[in-house]
């Protein structure tokens, strides 16, 4: 059975509030391998009426950000495709990265791992974002996550 390494940066590291969703057995199963920094700088901030974290796909500008690594399942993957609106709001592509311990230096260091970026930026966001962050913690910049049904389109995100 195939496994996918996947990079996550908000509310599905451990501790976070949909570490849940990660670590149900029932949609599917899941490791944890260990914490990684993208190799490329991204936009990362908090944002939107129910204090979601986004990262754009826009290498370059913002930071390396921190997260955690997970081998996944397929079904684990689909759970995840879904909880992200995969391919409508979220995509989900595969970047580079660099796990704890290793040289960033190092070429062998670096692994392509899959991770979720928003497919479109929606300029309403601007009216309610944090700074450029490089790690995402719930309650960063006095903004905590709010439960909320799975985000079929950007509108539901503003």
Do not use: C
Not at 72 to 98: M, N, S
């Amino acid at each position: 059975m195939p496994t996918y390494r996947v990079f996550v940066y908000g509310t599905l590291k451990r501790g976070e509030p949909n570490a849940h969703i990660m670590s149900n057995p029932k949609t599917g199963k899941h490791k944890f391998v260990g914490g990684a920094v993208t190799k490329e700088a991204y936009p990362l901030f908090v944002a939107g009426q129910w204090n979601i974290p986004f990262m754009l796909g826009e290498e370059g500008k913002g930071f390396r950000i921190h997260g955690e690594l997970y081998d996944v399942d397929e079904a684990k993957l689909k759970a995840l495709d879904t909880l992200e609106g995969h391919p409508t709001v979220y995509q989900r592509t595969l970047r580079p990265v660099i796990p704890d311990g290793k040289n960033a230096n190092d070429d062998d260091a670096v692994e392509e791992v899959w991770m979720y970026t928003l497919k479109r930026y929606d300029p309403r966001l601007d009216e309610t974002k944090t700074k450029l962050l490089d790690r995402y913690y719930n309650g960063v910049e006095g903004r905590f996550y709010m439960k909320h049904e799975v985000v079929k389109s950007n509108d539901n995100l503003i």
